[in-house]
């Protein structure tokens, strides 16, 4: 064709729109002629809506006289070339790419060869346009396997350090982004702490990987925070007070994402992402970042979470066995000097005494046969028996459990019920958990505050026991033990991690295992009331 329109030059030019660029895909000159650089920056807007819009092929008769396709002048004069005829591959479906022949002297162009460009020109997007979607095609595959071997990676760490630092890693050179870093921290922290993807930093970016953000604090992690998606920000959009651990030293753009696992859970880390000023990212790169970062934020709860059990784990494996080992000690001893005891009670002495004294002993026997079931049956788990329970003997015992911090915090406490009923469950369990609702109420009642015990037989099935205090419940701590503690983030620290709050939690758990019915609310006039359901009768087996 370049012969038949007697030209110099033939360009075949394709737009990237992920650099914002013109690719020099093909080229023919004559020899000795110096090639068109192997790419060209975009056109202006104004010339980028000619060329788009153009019906014909753009001519250009003198190039030293046009003003037009001004951001390719340079080039082109500095080849020589003095007239062009430009035709978009695509007319009427944007700019994919054009098809430029060029002559080294200035000189018009014919109707016939405006006409003969264009028609070689659309046969020419026909194919540009399938090698384009061929390109794109590949691309995704490409992405798509490097992501999948990435993640898998990512799943295999199990230190957290060397995961953030793969990750960041991995982000960089999927978004093809000289600089990632992730601000760290997670639910309950105050201050969180910077990793970098690369030792070497470039000099346009200031990174001060020693620093401590505070993130309640810091305007950029407030930006992110505030925001579902990806945040995309110039240099200048940088705050002043973020600028102190992070900011371009020339111009930049900057992506921001948010570490989220679940729309309900709290996030746990800040995503940076940072090229140079002109910088324009696709979207498969928004892609690779989104699916990255959210892949992270699992990866890091997870071993978050791992780590916290197993040192729950090993904390009570020891706890348990110390607390066995010395139960069985004391029981064995207890055992023996009781059984000692009996054996020295003399028939002659003091009738009354010696009454009094196998009362004594046969009680402390009784006490100690609970300890059998637990050093015996229990030393795995927990095993829940079926018992008729009379319930005033429950209430009673509790407030045994309980009379010195009654008396201790000057409590006025008060039994409402007429009648009593059997209730069924095990015995040493409900009374160990009445015990602990009553001693929650009695520290959360002001001192010679008032408590009081309700009982009433709700139907034909249950029996209610609400106890209420005139103390003021944590709205937080209701939320952890209501039915809907699940929405609460497992990792984020709760009210039940505090030492007061702990048993409560362990009271509920054991009452759902013992198919009882644990609540804690507050009512109109501002009581706490601690509500268990006891069944009446055995439930079928």
Known sequence: MGQRLKTDRLFVLIYDGDRDRFETCYQTHSRNRRTLPTHLDTLSPMDWQMVERARTPVAIENLDEDLRLAAWRAPLLDLGIKSLLVCGTSPGHGIEGLLIVGHEAPRAWTQLESQLLQTVSQQLGLILHQWQLQHQMQQQESLHLALRKTMAQMQQITDLPTLEQAAMAAISQLTESPLSALVSWFPGDSQAKLVAGSEALDKRFYLDAKARITIDRDPLLSIALTDRGIVRLSSEGIPAPTQAWFKLTQPGQVLVLTLRTAPTDLPSGLVIVADHGDRRWSERH??????????????????????????????LDQLAWYRQQNLALLHRTTVQGIDRLLELTKPKQDALNSTRQQQILRQMADVTTPLTTVLEDEQEQLIFKEEPIPLIGLIRRALDRVDSLIKQRQIWSQVHNDENPMVHGDSDKLDLLMAEILTSACWRSPISGRVDLWCRQFDSQWVEIAITDAGTADPMLLMALSENRGNLDPIAPTPLDDPLHHPLGICQSLAQQMNLQLTFLVLEDGRTMSRLMLPLNAPAR
């Open 286 to 315: 928004y892609m690779a970042l989104d699916m990255l970062a959210h892949h992270l934020a699992w990866c890091r709860r997870t071993l978050k979470r791992t780590h916290a059990l197993e040192t729950d784990l090993h904390r």
